[in-house]
């Protein structure tokens, strides 16, 4: 019998209590790890400089805007009016300058005919003949002598404080690139509105009475989260787009 009892004693040292499961900031948890929720990609803004531009620059040209759309949660790809890097890519905002203008909406109207949703435009100084613009939301902001767009809103870069820069700095006025993150930051604040609330499914911190649990009836399980089907950047088997001149930059 004594014998018995030394063995169990022994057995139990060898028995390990449960883990628990780590939460962060080094406190535990002994509730079930809740699954983390799904995040959409952040949306893609494509900016195109016109004839000439060819490297990305602080200074001259719309790839100066890369920082301060980066702080509006925008992702940013940038190329030039001939679109060698970028073939193929189906941003959600389209931003081009001068000749990258003309292709930002020529590039707008391939991408809604292929079935994908029409990206915002904004164009400054589209040249040197811009079509109509096709998308349902468009800004063109052009200085003395340049086209108006049909089809987009028309805004003066003089009456909006951008007077006397020449056609290749219009881009980086503060001005125009105010008028420009303006427009950005209402299209952000509408997608981010857009997207779906993901319902909470922590574990509960307080019971009520046992009377009260009886006289109301058992809660409706939590609607499951609607899922991001995939970023609006990808582009599965989708072929380059044929519109006349894209293979000479338009």
């Known amino acids: 019998m004594t014998a018995a009892f030394a063995a169990l004693a022994v057995g139990a040292t060898f028995v390990a209590p449960p883990l628990r499961a780590q939460t962060q900031g080094g406190q535990t948890s002994s509730g079930p790890e809740q699954p983390a929720a799904p995040q959409a990609a952040p949306p893609v803004v494509l900016l195109l400089d016109g004839l000439g531009v060819y490297v990305e620059s602080d200074y001259i040209g719309v790839s100066a805007l890369t920082?301060?759309?980066?702080?509006?949660?925008?992702q940013t790809r940038t190329d030039s009016h001939l679109m060698v890097k970028t073939k193929g890519i189906v941003p959600d905002v389209i931003i081009g300058h001068s000749m990258g203008g003309e292709t930002a909406l020529r590039y707008a109207t391939e991408l809604a005919r292929a079935g994908y949703k029409p990206p915002m435009v904004i164009t400054i100084d589209a040249a040197p003949a811009p079509p109509a613009c096709t998308v349902p939301r468009c800004v063109n902001i052009a200085g003395p002598g340049f086209a108006r767009v049909r089809g987009a809103r028309n805004i003066s870069a003089w009456d909006a404080g951008a007077r006397f820069r020449n056609h290749a700095q219009l881009p980086t006025h503060p001005a125009v690139q105010e008028l420009i993150l303006r427009e950005t930051g209402d299209w952000m604040a509408q997608w981010k509105a857009s997207q779906p609330k993901l319902a909470r499914t922590g574990p509960k911190t307080g019971r009520s009475s046992p009377a009260a649990e009886a006289a109301s009836p058992p809660a409706p399980a939590p609607a499951l989260p609607k899922m991001w089907t995939m970023p609006s950047w990808t582009?599965?088997?989708?072929?380059?787009?044929?519109?006349?001149g894209a293979g000479q930059g338009g």
């Open 67 to 74: 920082r301060p759309l980066a702080r509006q949660g925008f």
């Open 235 to 244: 582009v599965p088997g989708w072929s380059v787009p044929s519109w006349p």
